[in-house]
């Protein structure tokens, strides 16, 4: 019995739901997407502004770097953070796979403190396909590695870094590698804040 053409294709995905961020890329929901550089962090939140509800934000336990809640109030309500600290490394992916699994929020950011393996991000792809399909969300899992990054298997990978100028603050980012984009980029500036007090971004492709 011949089994169905669209069991066997390799091509991508193209219907799969997206995230559209600052009206500029996609990030593919339902996968594990890589950001690396000193403004890993800041990329992050710019992914959270972009939807509502609650965001798992997982990150080692001794970490110093941790997210305050006047830091993150131009950006998001800090009231949307929910922090996991696990003691060890491998406890970090766990609970990033178990939560991208129940499709219970839209968002998973996992601070690792150095690059998973192949087996653990495809853990996490197939956790975040099942929880598109049994959850209450699509989730779009964000992991935050070190340097310049590398993490294999990932669906695309970011890095960001600062660019600030006297009295503004901006960044550079790139899109280093996407299984259906190519690389890209960007300047982002940040603009003034809006009647709602959160703060914008003006962004230019270089």
Do not use: Y
């Amino acid at each position: 019995m011949a089994m169905p053409q669209t069991l066997l294709s390799r091509a991508p995905d193209k219907t799969a739901p997206t995230l559209t961020a600052m009206g500029r890329f996609s990030l593919r929901l339902g996968r594990l997407h890589e950001v690396c550089g000193t403004s890993r962090r800041t990329f992050a939140l710019w992914i959270a502004t972009q939807g509502t509800g609650p965001i798992l934000w997982v990150t080692p336990e001794w970490e110093v770097s941790q997210l305050h809640g006047n830091g993150v109030l131009p950006w998001i309500n800090p009231g949307r953070l929910i922090f996991v600290r696990p003691k060890r490394a491998e406890d970090i992916l766990w609970t990033m796979e178990e939560t991208l699994r129940s499709g219970a929020v839209a968002l998973v950011v996992g601070d690792v403190p150095g690059l998973p393996g192949l087996t653990a991000v495809r853990r996490m792809h197939l956790a975040a396909e099942t929880g598109a399909q049994i959850g209450i969300h699509a989730p779009l899992g964000l992991l935050l590695t070190p340097g310049g990054g590398g993490a294999q298997g990932v669906e695309s990978r970011w890095h960001m870094a600062p660019h600030h100028g006297t009295g503004q603050s901006a960044w550079h980012l790139e899109r280093r590698r996407a299984r259906t984009a190519p690389p890209q980029k960007w300047s982002v500036t940040q603009g003034n804040t809006d009647v709602k007090n959160t703060q914008t971004l003006d962004i230019k492709e270089l």
